[in-house]
Every structure is written in structure tokens, then in C-alpha cells.
């Protein structure tokens, strides 16, 4: 009986191809389905409740610790006592001629904060010659302008700022300006923060890990319940969660402390060269330092790459502490490429949801100011902030107001944050959704 492959070419049975599996043929397609997972409301509320009580963490320390951030940011580096005096005689030369002759006196050796109780009084006083709205917001911004800033409100502006830096470069195909706004992120602000306030970066970090701890483990349960098919529920997420809590929280904190212990060795060896002839044996063992170092080195990348893998390691595999570095330190090194490709189409991911959700509030945001505003007005209005599209949240403006109208203008204010929380929220939520993605396909690769 003859075969298939003996028949004759219009006699052998045809084959039609209906459709194409793309997903099962370029696997990273489905990290674009991070964004539909990850923007679902059940998880942007947890992600939300997250952020905000980091936030809180944050305020509560601006509250009771002193400015250690210069003027200009984050980045200008930690405060400069000569700079902050010359700083303060300028706006002193500006401001003291606005004020009324009784108060100049005062004026000369008042604080920056005193000088703006003194120009708000020259106001509501001087009913003669009264100063234009827009003269006193200008010399208000000038005075805040020449103030130290707050731990934490520097590091969430330099934060903020750069993680829409990055969105735009992603958005815009931009290569180098993603490069450099990344380098600011993941680099620039942790050494900055570190240069103007190690005490707040250590305080800051310690928070992030028990906020995110449970909370990272159960999205990225949850993830990986929708890579499953399975669809976990919240419950049964945090049923799950629950137990490995600790694991969460001290892998990171593992991490940190075996690469301290690790640089220890060069750090003692460093020493010996302060003391004459045991500079010798020093020198002798300088490639135990050297080892030493070496072994350091790799943890600590291993823990800044690797850390959005250890959550979905937890979480999909119920790892330990040990464990989930040991996984995802052998994930880095046998598929480094594929991790690096898939990182960068979770960046795309990112910055797609991210548009997305800053895209809707800057629509709510402008919808419900002119409503506002077409019914009450402006006032209230003129000392709220701004929300742009791919824009940092902008401040609110100085403007001298009635005690109600003031309370009006703060709570708009607090509900503009929460929407700048929110788009926080949808961005966190996705990262997590394509961290729990990419780390089952590189298991996938990699087992």
C-alpha cells in the first residue's frame, strides 16, 4: 500500500493553517498581559493601601526629623550651611522691602519661615497699598525656594520625576534618555538619599520591605494564579501568603547582611595597613580582600537584579529565604540574556500601563476641576496643584485665602494626591504581574 510521501504531489492530503499561536511561539508576548491583570481594581486597592502606608511612613519622619536635603533636591546633595545662609540674606534683600516699615526691623534676623508670617500680615495690614496676589506668590516661592528639604519629601520628588523621565523615553523610543533616566532611578537617588540621610535610607528601606513583604507575595500569587489558569482569589492568595511572610521580608534583609559580612574580610584586611609591619601582612593577603570583595560584589547584584525575582519565587514556588536567593541568583547566571530581554519588555509593559492610567486621571482630574470651577469659581482653586499628563505632580501655588476657602484648597489637594497615588498604585501593580511572568518563563528556560 503505498505511503503518503510515495503519492504524487496533488495526490498527498492537504493541510490548512486557521490561525497561529503567537503566545505559545513568542512567549513574551504574554507580559503585555500584565497590564489587563495588573490594572484590575482588587489589585490596584491593595497596591494603593501599600504605597500609602510607605507614604505615611515617610511624612510621619519629615514630621519629627530635621531637613537633611539641600534646596535645589535630592540631588544637589546633603545641606550646605554657607549656601543656606546666602540663600536666606537673598530673599531677606527681596522680601524686606515689601513688608511695612515696623515690621523691617524684625525682618533682619527672621527665619524663612517668620519672614512668610510677616508678608502674609503686610498684606491683610496694608489696605492702602496692598501688594498684587501675583507679587506675593512669587516672593512666597521664592522664600520656599531657599528651604532645606525634608528626607523624604526630596526622595519622593527625585523618585517621582524620574520615573516619568523614563516613562517618556520609553514612550518616545528614546534609548539614551531612558538609559540615563534609569541610572537616576534604580542608581542616582538610592546613593543620593544614602549621601543626605543614611538614617532615613536605612528607616525608608526597612518600611518598603514589611509594607510590600506580604503585600508583593499575594499580586504576584495572584499573577501567577492567572499564568495558571487558575485564577486565585484574594483569599486564596493570602491563605497561601500567610505562612511565608517572614521569607518576604528577610530574603532581602539575608541578602544585605551576607554581603556585608562577605566585604567584612577586605575591610579588616584594609586595616592592618594602619599599623606599621602589619601593613605587610596586609599586603600578603590583599587577595583574600580581593576575594573577599569579589564574593560581596555578587551577592549584592545579585540581590538589585534579582529582587523583583525573589516575591515570585516565594510566591510560586513556596521558597524559602535561602532558597529564593539561591533560585533566582542561578536564574541570573544560566539565562542572563533572556532576563535582560524580558526586563525590557516589562519596562514597555510598565510604561504602556503607566499612559494608561495617567492618561484616565488627567481626564478625571480636568473633567471635575471645570465642573468645579464653573460652579464655586477660583478661588479655592488658585492654591491647588496641577496634574498634567506625563507630567510630576506640581505643587499647589501660595495664595492667601479665608479660613474655609483654605480648608476647601487642602482637601481638593488631598484628593489630587490620591489620584497621584493611584497611577503609583496601577504601576506597582503591573511591575509586580511582570515580575511574576517573567520569572516563570526564565524557570521555564532555565528547569
Known sequence: MPTNSSLPPMQQPQSRVDSIDWPSILPFLKIFG?????????????TFVLLLTVVAAGRVWDGF????????????????????????????????????????ANAQTAS???????????IRVNTTNPIEPSRYSSLVRMIDAARPRPSFESLNEAVR????????????????????????????????????????????????ILAFGWGSGVLCRMSAGDMSMRGWSFNQASDFIRPRISTLIFAPMFAVILGF????????????????????????????????????????????????????????DGCDAVESIQRTGAYIFARPLHLLWYGFISLVVIALGTLVADFAATIMWSFAIGAYESASGETALSAVGNLRFLEPYQSAPPALLGFTQSITASLIDVWRTILCLLIGACALSIGFSCATRTYLFVRLKSD
Open 34 to 46: 500584565a497590564v489587563s491583570t495588573g490594572l484590575r481594581p482588587s489589585r490596584i486597592a491593595l
Open 65 to 104: 526629623a530635621p531637613p537633611s536635603s539641600s534646596p535645589e533636591g535630592l540631588f544637589a546633595g546633603p545641606i550646605r550651611e554657607k549656601q543656606l545662609v546666602d540663600a536666606q540674606e537673598s530673599v531677606r534683600a527681596v522680601v524686606i522691602p515689601a513688608l511695612l516699615q515696623e515690621q523691617r
Open 112 to 122: 524663612l519661615d517668620e519672614l512668610e508670617i510677616l508678608l502674609a500680615d503686610a
Open 161 to 208: 520625576t524620574s520615573f516619568y523621565a523614563l516613562i517618556a523615553s520609553v514612550a518616545r523610543a528614546d534609548l539614551p534618555m531612558a538609559i540615563g533616566a534609569g541610572n537616576a532611578l534604580f542608581v542616582g537617588v538610592p546613593v543620593a538619599s544614602w549621601a543626605s540621610a543614611p538614617c532615613f535610607t536605612v528607616f525608608f528601606v526597612v518600611v518598603c
Open 261 to 316: 559580612v562577605l566585604w567584612i574580610p577586605a575591610w579588616l584586611i584594609g586595616l592592618l595597613g594602619n599599623v606599621p609591619f602589619l601593613d605587610i601582612v596586609g599586603g600578603a593577603l590583599f587577595g583574600i580582600a580581593l576575594i573577599s570583595a569579589a564574593l560581596s560584589a555578587i551577592v549584592i547584584v545579585v540581590l538589585l537584579i534579582g529582587l523583583p525575582l525573589i516575591a515570585p519565587a516565594v510566591a510560586c
